[in-house]
């Protein structure tokens, strides 16, 4: 390929080669890879060429897929032009260029008039030239992100100035796939409990312990994201961290199955119960109604359930806990109330308990203990 003043125009021949030069500019192939690309831009630039009258933006898209997208002009071509001409870089005038500062991912130089000899030796005032400039920092190291407005600005206005001239594009790194709720019945709501008169009990809670239908979409998972690579100024890929992946059979239980809907991936209720969730945060949904913090005025409320109820920890002073079959595990300071299911207590009853079936305690201390057979089995 010769390199002159004028366009280098390229034989039938060679146009399998990245770079194709002809009379009405200079094209890149569109299905040539970036690195075949960017290697033939730098034995272009190091052979003392540049490209004039260069659209930057094609130029850096086509190279590192970085910045706009290409002009609609452009898709689907086999060629999209860069640059009107490929022109010899005089070493007189590459002189006129500054050293780049290169800081953390940041390039600095320094502007100032420039003088050049004339044909007879003279020196004169001269302009710098955007194009040149390319080409100059690609050889000193600077390959990407030039930032061509303030180049420019800074060239047109012939003052004495260090800008920062290009910087480096930082990776973006991926997003961790998430579980979200998708279900407004997974939320407790403790609002006080409205009453059929239009009064509020404040002693209890509308809904402490939520219940769900069959075939409700509970949780859905979003994906990981693998995340954007950045370019270094040297033009090599900085690689992003990718997102931490995870999957909803950590936090499915009995009661739930996973199901791929809509693009996603859903837990959803197999069958109609309350929703329980264990210390290690996996959901179940069950017949029965599960407490680990314990029923208190200040976390439950008096309770009112339509199922067995099993409680893990205490029950506090002046809490009423209403239900068919109750198991306690912590100890029982206030009410147990059974609508004929049995009571199991399994520590301290300090309170009253009373069951249409026979309630069973570790140890009694009861001022109150009834059932319907008048026993109370320890």
């Not at 190291?141 to 480096?168: C, Q, S």
Request: aromatic fraction near 6%.
């Amino acid at each position: 390929m010769e390199i002159g003043g004028e366009t280098a125009v390229m034989p039938d021949e060679e146009m399998a080669e990245p770079i194709v030069g002809r009379d009405d500019g200079i094209w890149l192939r569109a299905d040539a890879p970036p690195s075949a690309l960017a290697a033939a831009v730098d034995a272009l630039f190091q052979a003392g060429a540049f490209l004039a009258g260069l659209d930057y933006a094609v130029f850096q898209r086509m190279l590192y897929g970085a910045g706009p997208a290409l002009p609609a002009a452009w898709h689907g071509q086999p060629l999209v032009r860069v640059a009107d001409a490929m022109v010899s870089f005089e070493p007189a005038r590459r002189g006129l260029y500054r050293s780049p500062r290169i800081e953390s991912g940041v390039a600095s130089c320094f502007f100032e008039p420039v003088l050049l000899a004339n044909a007879v030796g003279i020196p004169e005032l001269s302009r710098l030239e955007f194009d040149e400039f390319v080409a100059d920092m690609w050889c000193k190291g600077i390959r990407f992100g030039i930032d061509v407005p303030t180049v420019r600005a800074v060239m047109a206005a012939g003052g004495r100035a260090r800008i920062v001239v290009a910087r480096r594009l930082d990776p973006v790194d991926g997003r961790n796939a998430t579980i979200v709720e998708v279900s407004p019945q997974l939320r407790r709501c403790n609002a006080p409990r409205a009453l059929a008169n239009g009064r509020f009990d404040l002693h209890a809670f509308e809904n402490r312990f939520p219940q769900v239908k069959a075939q409700v979409r509970l949780l859905r998972k979003d994906p990981c994201t693998a995340g954007t690579r950045g370019i270094d100024l040297s033009g090599e890929p900085i690689e992003a961290t990718a997102g931490t992946d995870l999957e909803l059979t950590a936090v499915a239980g009995p009661g739930t199955v996973i199901e791929h809907l809509d693009g996603h991936d859903y837990l959803v209720s197999a069958a109609e119960g309350f929703v329980n969730i264990d210390r290690n945060g996996r959901l179940s949904i069950g017949p029965k109604i599960v407490g680990r913090d314990g029923a208190s005025v200040r976390t439950t409320g008096n309770l009112q359930l339509a199922g067995d109820y099993e409680e893990f920890g205490d029950v506090e002073e002046n809490v009423i806990v209403e239900g068919s079959g109750i198991t306690i595990h912590g100890n029982v300071f206030g009410h147990i109330a059974s609508r004929g299911g049995a009571v199991h207590l399994k520590r301290n009853l300090m309170g009253a308990a009373s069951s249409m079936a026979p309630v069973r305690s570790a140890w009694a201390a009861s001022r109150q203990t009834r059932c319907c057979r008048r026993q109370v089995a320890k």
